[in-house]
């Protein structure tokens, strides 16, 4: 039996007057599939509140979740990708540039910003998978440099949120400089002893998993974010064997002793509040060593 019956015959509505749900109000989650109203995406930290799938999510997102009230100063928010090389692919690396930034409003694939968490004050620099594949090319190497020098300057804790496919190819040797650039940079954070937290978000792959996404004081990921260097594909045809189950999960990759923690993103907040407090006071401290010297 039909559920509705149609009484009258030879409705026709013209195409002006029908109505349409309106776009984005609805998402379907992409691991149960069942549909997810916005405004509970955004109560719910942009976790499925059915089988607690993360949603995969950007820098304004990431913000809103973490920063108190929403409320942080962007820092240097006007720095552009060039085209030293010239490269072309399918299209031109300088017309890619301008429509993705068109199209996603970012300026490149990281936003930086200061404000507090939990009253704490922190500066967190994060991804944004959605411009070219969250791909770390000079001006993501040097707004996290740039970000980790005010960190030191202004001894606030530093947070990075990674969400990569690796290296951008279009900035080839000017992209792989990033890490060791990022990398010496953090050198120096440790050595101003400011606290560094890497957050690991899905996926973190490539030159970034190789260089700062690895490198906190304290690594933590998100449930289920896949997290590796090469694509499982190219390392089994490299190696001849199949991969175990769960290769490249974060939860695999804490149990090889990679991460420290995998937090929920709805209790995020709260433990990294909770790791600045068990942290501070920052580049205050004298190393052990000095004070023993100090006290014979
Ligand atoms: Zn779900």
Not at 112 to 122: H, M
Not at 140 to 152: C, F, H, L, Q, T
Not at 263 to 271: I, L, P
Request: glycine letters at 8%; charged letters at 25%; a neutral charge.
């Amino acid at each position: 039996m039909a559920w509705f019956k149609r009484e009258d015959k030879g409705i026709i509505t013209t195409t002006q007057e029908k109505k349409e749900a309106p776009d984005g109000i609805w998402n379907k989650c992409p691991n149960c599939k069942k549909p997810l109203h916005y405004s509970e995406q955004v109560e719910n930290q942009y976790v499925c509140h059915y089988c607690g799938f993360h949603l995969r999510i950007g820098s304004k997102e990431y913000f809103s979740v973490l920063f108190d009230d929403n409320q942080f100063t962007e820092l240097f928010a006007d720095l552009h990708s060039g085209d030293p090389l010239h490269f072309t692919d399918t299209k031109k690396y300088s017309d890619r540039l301008t429509e993705t930034k068109t199209k996603t409003g970012l300026t490149d694939a990281i936003r930086a910003g200061v404000g507090k968490i939990n009253g704490q004050d922190i500066v967190i620099a994060c991804m944004d998978f959605n411009f070219i594949g969250g791909s770390m090319g000079s001006v993501v190497g040097e707004k996290i440099a740039r970000s980790i020098d005010y960190s030191i300057k202004h001894k606030v804790p530093f947070l990075m949120i990674s969400k990569s496919g690796g290296a951008r190819m279009m900035e080839a040797a000017f992209s792989l400089m990033q890490m060791a650039k990022t990398s010496a940079k953090l050198a120096l954070l440790a050595q101003a002893r400011i606290p560094y937290i890497s957050l690991l978000t899905d996926p973190t792959t490539g030159g970034v998993t190789a260089s700062y996404a690895m490198l906190g004081d304290i690594n933590i990921a998100e449930p289920g974010a896949l997290i590796g260097f090469a694509g499982p594909r190219v390392i089994k045809e490299t190696i001849k064997k199949d991969l175990p189950k769960g290769f490249q999960t974060a939860e695999f990759v804490q149990e090889h002793g990679f991460l420290d923690f995998i937090v929920d993103r709805r209790e995020m907040k709260e433990k990294l509040a909770s790791f600045l407090k068990m942290l501070a006071p920052y580049g205050v401290q004298e190393p052990v060593a000095e004070k023993e010297a100090d006290n014979s």
